[in-house]
Every structure is written in structure tokens, then in C-alpha cells.
């Protein structure tokens, strides 16, 4: 299996959603500011929705896919779910507090208070699977 070109070197591959409310902001602003702290890496949702040659396929292959949803909507996870990719972890903003408006603006408190739950979340996760994946090969 390749090295996913869309990965850090951390594996984890960050797809957000952009919407037009302050939560789809959040969510995105979130996904950049992860990326450069070097938590992982954003890749291009869009070019997945849009059926771009090679995305879905680069998708696949990271070792651990975090989804940042803004609403209960859920646009990010529905995108990946219509193309077959595999989620690892998915984190939707209203679910940590925060309200949602079509005000773009959003607090840096409540950008902070994204970012670490996302990170708890999505470290809490890879643990489960990396246990998960022993229990397997214990099994075998």
C-alpha cells in the first residue's frame, strides 16, 4: 500500500468542511491550523465531491482519516461516505458547544476549544484502533 501523498507524517489526513456559518469556519480554520502545527494534513475535500482524477484513491490510502464537520449536517462525512472512503474519526463542531450562526465571525476561544477536542478525539481513536488491530493479530 503507497504512502498517501495527502498524509503527514503523522498518517493523519484532515478533510473539513468550509461552510457559509461561523461553525463551517471554525471547521475549516481548525483543519489549517492543525496542519501547521503538524498534527497532520489538510487535503481537498472538494476535489473529492467533484470526482477529480487520483483524490478519492489518495484518500483511501491514509493510514487515519479525521473528518471536521461544522453542523449536524454533516456535508464533509456525506461527501466521503457518496465516494466509498472509509472514516477513522469525525468530529462535528455543534456537538462540542458551540452555536451555530450565519455570522462567518467565530472567537479564537471557541477555535481553541475545536482544536483540542479534535485532537483528543482523533488520538483517542487511533489508539482504540491500534489496540483493536493487536487484539486481531492476536486472534489470527
Not at 27 to 41: C, I, P, Q
Not at 116 to 133: D, H, M, P, S
Request: proline fraction near 2%; aromatic fraction near 4%.
Amino acid at each position: 500500500m503507497p504512502k498517501s501523498r495527502g498524509a503527514s507524517s503523522s498518517g493523519v489526513m484532515i478533510l473539513a468542511c468550509s461552510g457559509s456559518s461561523n461553525v463551517g469556519q471554525i471547521a475549516n480554520s481548525a483543519a489549517v491550523e492543525l496542519t501547521r502545527e503538524g498534527f497532520g494534513k489538510m487535503f481537498c475535500l472538494a476535489g473529492i465531491g467533484g470526482h477529480q482524477k487520483g483524490f478519492a484513491v489518495t484518500a483511501q490510502y491514509a493510514s487515519h482519516l479525521l473528518v471536521i464537520d461544522g453542523c449536524s449536517l454533516a456535508c464533509a462525512r456525506a461527501t466521503l461516505e457518496h465516494a466509498g472512503i472509509p472514516i477513522a474519526t469525525h468530529v462535528v463542531v455543534t456537538d462540542l458547544g458551540v452555536e451555530k450562526s450565519k455570522d462567518l465571525s467565530f472567537t479564537p476561544s471557541d477555535l481553541a476549544k475545536a482544536k483540542t477536542r479534535i485532537k483528543e478525539v482523533c488520538l483517542q481513536g487511533r489508539v482504540a484502533a491500534r489496540a483493536g488491530t493487536r487484539e486481531a493479530a492476536a486472534g489470527a
